[in-house]
Structure formats: structure tokens, C-alpha cells
């Protein structure tokens, strides 16, 4: 699955986007995707020319996302993210463990396994790889699809695709 | 120690405008991103940074749209060769919108 049909599927967009491609998955059960890092990331834009490698470490915060963005394309599947009164949220993760970091110049890639659906919420597990580095477990990562008017204050937006 | 951070949504915001066109909501993660940000600013010093070792626990509670504030005050205690933090956000109105539980690592450069 490439990028045309990872946006049919996921709300997201730039530069919050966070996953470039889908390399397996099997439905219901596992995805693989991947993003790649590079230098001209939004999140280099204020690092100084003369910093340490360390402060290109590419932040924990996004890998979370692109992770969470991984699991809801293999819950949501294919068709995805459709429902335009709908709203897709992050809710929660237990035991987000960080064992390494990723750089400009590598492809970090998620493994992801839906173990639950309980309503609209989801539960997924999984790890994230640099290469040959594992670079993160994730023990439960959860997030749920919910009605916009129960989200919002605001008169519901129009959705521009 | 305890910790105070605040961070405005900012509709217009590069993040927020693909955080969904037309809709923009604070990304949950950038709670993790403000903590690492004021664990940063608090315990970084020449050569020692905090580095988020393991996210034990996050719960998001409630959204955060533009416009609205996020204020993060964590409990910050010595751990191992770190430190465990314990934080809570809450919006404008009060409202409770995130828990967080996280160990970081004091790493010497």
C-alpha cells in the first residue's frame, strides 16, 4: 500500500502524516509499514549546525504516532477512515519502552498486531526496528474511532480530501 | 521537584493543520513531546540529558482543540539513575485530558 491509498485510509495529513508505506499486512492480525527519516524533517527545523548527533534523534513523540497511525490503518483496513462525523484518537498506551533511536538516513519500521477491538476502541502491540536495531517495544498502544460532536465544540468542519 | 508547562494549540500551527484538515486537535503524543521538552529544560545541563526511557502508563482523557491551553504539572522523583516522572494535563476549563507515568534515563553526552 502506498501513500495514495495509506491518505483513503488515514486522516492524517502533512506534515503529520507518518507513515510512508504498508509492506505486509495481514488483516485483522498484523501490519508492517515503514517511515523514513531524513534530515529535512519539521522537527530538524531549529537544531543548531553545530549540535551532537543526539540532537537528531528522531523524537519518541512521532515514532508513537507513526506507530499509532500504523495500527489504525491495520484495524481500520483498507477502506479506512470514511466516516466524516467520525474522529480518530489516540487514548492511551501502557509500557512504551524506548531501546534505541532512529536518525536522519534510516527507515524505521513498525511491527504492529491488533490483539483487541472492544467497541470503537483498539489495542495494539508491537515493535519498532531501525535497520537491524530494535528501537522500541510497545506493549499496548489504544485508540478509538468516536461521533464528532461528542469531541468537538466547534460547528462540525467540512473534510477536504 | 514538581514541574509546570504550558503549551498553547495554536490552530495554525503546521502540525495541527494536517491534525486533521479543518478540524485541529492537539496530537495526544505532544504530550509526551511537552514532557520530554520540560524534563529537558529542567534537568539538562552541560552534558546530562533526561532521556524517556519508557512511557508506562498515558491515558488521554478528554481532546484538546485550537485555541484551547494545556497545562502539564508533573511529579518528578529520583529513580535509579534517573528520575520517575508522574504528570496530569489539564485544558482551560479544568478539564483532566492526560495522565501520564514515564521513567527517564540521566545520560551523560
Not at chain 2, 520540560?38 to 482543540?65: C, H, I, Q, W, Y
Request: glycine content about 8%.
Amino acid at each position: 500500500m502506498e501513500l495514495p491509498q495509506i491518505q483513503l485510509a488515514l486522516p492524517q495529513r502533512y506534515p503529520l502524516l507518518l507513515v510512508d508505506r504498508v509492506l505486509t499486512v495481514q488483516p485483522g492480525q498484523m501490519i508492517e509499514t515503514c517511515k523514513a527519516i531524513t534530515a529535512t524533517e519539521p522537527c530538524y527545523a531549529g537544531v543548531a549546525a553545530t549540535a551532537p548527533l543526539a540532537d537528531y534523534a528522531y523524537p519518541v513523540s512521532l515514532l508513537i504516532e507513526s506507530f499509532g497511525q500504523s495500527a489504525a490503518l491495520l484495524w481500520l483496513g483498507a477502506d479506512g477512515f470514511s466516516a466524516h462525523d467520525s474522529v480518530l484518537l489516540f487514548v492511551g498506551a501502557r509500557n512504551y519502552r524506548v531501546e534505541g533511536h532512529a536518525y536522519p538516513g534510516d527507515v524505521v519500521r513498525h511491527v504492529v498486531r491488533l490483539e483487541q477491538v472492544v467497541a470503537d476502541t483498539a489495542f495494539a502491540s508491537g515493535e519498532s526496528w531501525a535497520g537491524e536495531r530494535r528501537i522500541a517495544t510497545i506493549g499496548s498502544l489504544m485508540a478509538a474511532c468516536r461521533p464528532r460532536q461528542a469531541v468537538a465544540t466547534v460547528p462540525q468542519a467540512q473534510t477536504t480530501n | 521537584v514538581e514541574l509546570v508547562a504550558t503549551v498553547e494549540v495554536d490552530p495554525d500551527d503546521p502540525n495541527l493543520r494536517g491534525h486533521f484538515p479543518g478540524f485541529p486537535i492537539y496530537p495526544g503524543v505532544f504530550v509526551v513531546e511537552t514532557l520530554c521538552q520540560a524534563m529537558g529544560e529542567a534537568f539538562g545541563d552541560n552534558g546530562v540529558r533526561p532521556a524517556l526511557r519508557e512511557v508506562k502508563s498515558l491515558r488521554l482523557t478528554a481532546p484538546l482543540e485550537g485555541g484551547d491551553e494545556l497545562t502539564l504539572t508533573a511529579t518528578v522523583t529520583p529513580h535509579e539513575a534517573g528520575w520517575r516522572v508522574r504528570a496530569t494535563g489539564t485544558r482551560r476549563d479544568g478539564k483532566a485530558a492526560a495522565t501520564v507515568t514515564a521513567l527517564f534515563d540521566r545520560v551523560v553526552a
